[in-house]
């Protein structure tokens, strides 16, 4: 009965508009009023208390940084050196957009950042060079998705500090699978531009990409400096993601010279901004966690679902069918940490690794940031490439069959997941 109003106020609340870090207090706060006697100052209390959480520290840091990539050169960069080295093969602008992409998701953390900052200059570039403006648009909405599966990710800071799961084994795991949905997207537009005809870009020759990658490789050194601090022991995650701040200011500032001191304060600004959003969107799911574990929810569905028997296949199976349906409504923090501690405890009674699971569950809302009515890079791309809604999720829907593809492959190969972090552990 508890968990039916619940589940019932939060739904309610979504279904009016209400915005979803206040529906998961509201909801929160209501039924422990209702069914557990609480007091408000005890709820209180606990709402701060969530923000006391170490590894979330890293996540203003990672905005920080990614905020002062954004502001800077960096993209423009790392799109010069991605066209340099792949656009003479057929359909080349569109296949080093996607390397753009995943480049820069190395430095972003951030799908709609990715896309932001990639889209708004190749967009155009691609129209120009005889690609449709829904091919270029398609293209860009699914690649941006990147953001959340290259370390460091957002993301996973979120699912590593809710199920206390090693933030740098997840970054690292999330390597291999960002290559795979990389390479998938660059082969599937190799063969549609060659079926389409699309021209080719020149070769550049050797001189070129050489010159474009030492032009870009104060960015792609960032990724490099915080997987190969935190697995030389250098620093914890935590710690990486200040370093990475500093060091994206440094590059910014004084390296490039993209930003001067005076645009220093707007950027954290709206560094600010994002990072109040996304913690008070964690402090409310946090709260509603802690009703679930107040309520014993997640041990009576865990209990539910074992009594019924699936093996890991079938839970797996069950856990990509509910977040892709979860994924379409809430953003991706969010759903983490409200559905995160039901089938946390359940996979970990079936054997299955935490940071399998987290990559699991990663890829599953980087296809919610391109389904319909809540994905954020659909609302982005429509802005950037000047097209409506509507059109922006009919050019995204043929690429979306290349991610769920790579979640197939990623759920039942752990293989993939797993490799880089039993090798460097």
Same mark, same amino acid.
């Given at each position: ?40 100052? *005890? ?9 006391? #959480? ?14 002062? !990539? ?28 996607v ?7 190395? #430095? ?7 896309v ?11 129209? *120009? ?23 460091? *990710? ?126 008070f ?13 107040? !309520? ?7 209990e ?19 977040l ?5 409504? !809430? ?10 501690p ?5 996979? !970990? ?36 490439a ?21 979640l ?18």
């Amino acid at each position: 009965m508890n968990a039916l109003f619940l589940v019932t106020i939060l739904f309610a609340c979504l279904l009016i508009g209400v915005p979803i870090a206040v529906a998961l207090g509201f909801a929160s706060i209501l039924t422990l009023l209702v069914f557990e006697d609480q007091s408000l100052l *005890s709820l209180a209390l606990k709402f701060f208390h969530t923000m006391q #959480v170490y590894p979330l520290l890293a996540l203003p840091f990672f905005v920080l940084a990614g905020t002062f !990539m954004t502001s800077g050169g960096v993209a423009r960069r790392m799109i010069e050196f991605a066209n340099a080295a792949v656009g003479h093969f057929h359909g080349g602008l569109a296949i080093a957009s996607v390397l753009a992409c995943m480049l820069f998701a190395a #430095v972003s953390g951030s799908s709609p950042a990715t896309v932001v900052a990639i889209g708004s200059i190749v967009i155009a570039g691609m129209v *120009s060079s005889g690609y449709t403006r829904d091919f270029a648009a398609g293209v860009i909405c699914n690649a941006g998705t990147l953001g959340i599966l290259i370390p460091p *990710s957002i993301v996973m800071v979120v699912y590593g500090a809710a199920t206390e799961t090693s933030i740098g084994s997840l970054f690292i795991a999330g390597v291999i699978p960002g290559l795979v949905l990389t390479g998938a997207m660059m082969i599937a537009i190799y063969f549609v531009a060659r079926y389409k005809k699309i021209p080719c870009q020149p070769w550049v020759g050797w001189w070129k990409i050489l010159r474009t990658g030492r032009r870009a490789v104060w960015g792609l050194l960032l990724i490099v400096l915080i997987l190969g601090g935190i697995y030389g022991g250098v620093f914890t995650p935590t710690e990486a993601a200040a370093v990475a701040a500093m060091y994206a200011f440094i590059v910014a500032v004084y390296v490039h010279g993209d930003i001067t001191l005076k645009d220093v304060p707007e950027v954290l600004v709206s560094s600010s901004k994002t990072t109040a959003m996304l913690l008070f969107i964690i402090a409310n799911a946090f709260l509603f966690a802690f009703v679930l574990t107040t !309520m014993q929810i997640p041990q009576q569905a865990s209990e539910t679902i074992i009594a019924l028997g699936l093996p890991p296949w079938a839970f797996l199976l069950a856990v990509n069918v509910l977040l892709l349906i979860a994924g379409n409504f !809430m953003e991706p923090t969010s759903v983490i940490l409200i559905l995160a501690p039901i089938l946390f405890p359940i996979a !970990m009674d079936m054997g299955i690794d935490p940071v399998h699971l987290g990559i699991i569950m990663v890829v599953n809302l980087e296809i919610g940031m391109v389904t319909p009515p809540v994905g954020l890079n659909l609302f982005v791309t429509a802005g950037v490439a000047g097209m409506s809604l509507e059109r922006v999720i009919m050019a995204a829907l043929p690429w979306l069959l290349i991610l769920l593809t790579v979640l197939i492959i990623v759920t039942y190969v752990p293989l993939i997941s797993l490799f880089l972090p039993s090798l460097m552990l």
